[in-house]
Every structure is written in C-alpha cells, then in structure tokens.
C-alpha cells in the first residue's frame, strides 16, 4: 500500500464519465469465480455524467437521481473508499450528476466509479497512474477497468484484459443510442443466456469471434466489423422484452451502417456515417416515445491535471 497525501491548492475538480456501447459482445465459458469470459469491443461515447470530487475529511456523495443509492451501494461511493484504503488519504464529497440511464448496458455506475478514482488521482500528490487505477477499479466491477481508460479496448476475461485498438480509417461515425423504458438487470440477463445454453448448448463459432480474434493485434476495420456485429444477449433480451425489438426494427428502418444491442441491454443502437441521417433516425425514434442519444466515439482517458478526460483530437461533446 502505498502512503501519500492529497494536494490542497487544488482541492476539487471535475471528471466526465462516459459512457461505453458494446460493439458486439460473445459470451464465452463460465469461469470458477462463478463470471464467464467475454469478448467484446468497447467504445467510449460523448454521452456522459458528470462528477466534481471535492476533497474532506470523509465520503459523502450527492446525485441529481434522487433513485440511485447515496452510500456504500453508489459505486462512485465504493471507489472513493477503494482508493482511501489503497493511499491512506483523506476523504471527498462527490457531486454527481446523472445523465446515462441506469441498466440500460451503458456502463453509467462503473463510469462513475472510474471518474472518481481518476478525479482522487489528478488531486493526489503522488498519483496512482491509470494501470493501478484499473486494477484497482477491477474491485468494484468487470467494466471499471476499462471505464479508466476509455477509448477503443478489446476487452477479454472478465473485463480486466484490454488491449487498446486503433482504426483503420477516422472514427468519423456517429451513434443513435436508443434506451427504452425497461432496464434489463445484468445478473438476470446471464443466469437466463446460462439456462439457454444448458438446454440448447453452446453457440457455434460466428464470424464475429473470428474476425475480433484477429484485433488483438490492435487494429479495428470497421467495414469488416460492422458487417459481423452480433450480442449474445441480443435475442434473449428482444424476445422477453417486446418494446426492445420494437426499438430495434425501428432503428432497422432507419438503414443505420449497422446495429446492434449494448452489453445486457436494453439499449440498442444504429451506427451512421452522416450526422444529419442520425439526427433524422433520431427524431424518428423519438417521436415512437423512445429516449435517444446521439453521441461520437472518444478517445482514452487522461489524468494530467486540468484536462478533461477525452483525447482532445477527438470529438468529445454531449449527446444532442
């Protein structure tokens, strides 16, 4: 454990959380800690909550979502306990502010946890860095790990094995984020994949698996990918939940370059090209009573004091 003191001449500052989209997702075998192995592209969006970390003597948080918990069940609560206990340091008070929908598959609470770990870092002294960051954060859950990150990860294992990816071509796309009202809770979603497996067995191969085995080099062709995106979850999801599948096929009319579902669900999304074909998918789904986004890809985290996070070569704005 390491032993240092927060900085004082800059006691609070301001972290974006964003959100992730699963640019598919295979759920591959259980493991013996009871998890299962995935393999999945993450991608950090524009969408974001917001979290000022103010430095005190203990932890306190307050939300703009009066539903979420205060306490020790706010994973940004867990990550400021985490990283007292890791540094010896004082407490904060945490100011959230939530846009990012709750069990939706968008990562929000292990966005939150990531931003406050990195926020207690830029007003540490001496600084943890992002690697233990993420090790740390792999305490609190399996997406906290790349939540510090951000950017474009392969992600393998539970979630702590990342490799970041560059694209071919410019991230030039923009994403319909469409969240129905219906959050999908996560540990729902894999005990009912598990007992469809048990009765119908396993998947076979996709050319989804094949073609991410190859991004472990790295690199990312999105033609290549947009052509094989699949989530395991996806038809389970869609078949227990009609008002997703309705959300889907919408989306499907809307002639997106590809779509798909995020994580667990429930929200699904359409890929474009063209800002002005996803504002028109936008307002249709919109006007069908569905809760949309539209937001662009952003770059990897940064913990320099006094930059936000987001590669600023990147488009880095809310969702519109």
């Known amino acids: 454990m390491s032993h240092q003191s927060l900085t004082h001449n800059s006691a609070s500052c301001l972290e974006y959380a964003h959100a992730k989209i699963n640019l598919g997702l295979k759920v591959l075998s259980p493991r013996q800690d009871g998890f299962h192995d995935l393999l999945s592209i993450f991608q950090a969006v524009s969408l974001h909550d917001t979290i000022a970390v103010t430095l005190a003597a203990d932890i306190s948080l307050t939300c703009s979502d009066a539903s979420l918990p205060m306490a020790a069940d706010n994973l940004a609560w867990r990550a400021a306990e985490l990283y007292r206990r890791e540094t010896s340091t004082c407490g904060c008070h945490i100011e959230l502010t939530k846009v990012i929908p709750a069990g939706a598959g968008l990562g929000g609470g292990s966005a939150d946890a990531a931003a406050v770990l990195r926020a207690l870092d830029r007003l540490a002294q001496n600084p943890l860095g992002l690697p233990r960051l993420a090790e740390l954060g792999a305490e609190i859950g399996s997406d906290v790990p790349f939540a510090v990150h ?150 990897p985290s940064s913990v320099v004091p006094g930059l936000a996070s987001g590669d600023p070569g990147w488009r880095d704005v809310k969702g519109v």
Not at 188 to 212: C, F, K, M, N, V
Request: glycine share 8%; net charge negative; proline share 7%.
């Open 150 to 299: 951000g950017g474009t990860m392969l992600v393998e294992g539970r979630g702590e094995r990342l490799t970041p990816q560059a694209w071919t071509t410019a991230p030039d796309w923009w994403y319909l984020l469409v969240c129905p009202s219906a959050p999908v809770a996560t540990d729902w979603a894999y005990r009912q994949l598990r007992g469809t497996r048990e009765t119908q067995g396993l998947s076979d191969p996709s050319a989804y698996a094949t073609l991410i085995s190859s991004a472990r080099g790295g690199y990312l062709d999105a033609g290549k990918l947009w052509s094989v995106l699949e989530n395991d979850f996806q038809p389970l999801v869609e078949e227990t939940t009609p008002i997703v599948a309705r959300a889907s096929q919408l989306l499907a009319d809307t002639a997106p370059l590809a779509q798909s579902m995020s994580g667990s669900g429930s929200t699904v999304y359409g890929i474009y090209d063209d800002r002005t074909a996803a504002l028109r998918a936008k307002t249709i789904l919109r006007e069908a009573q569905y809760p949309v986004f539209v937001c662009t890809p952003v770059g």
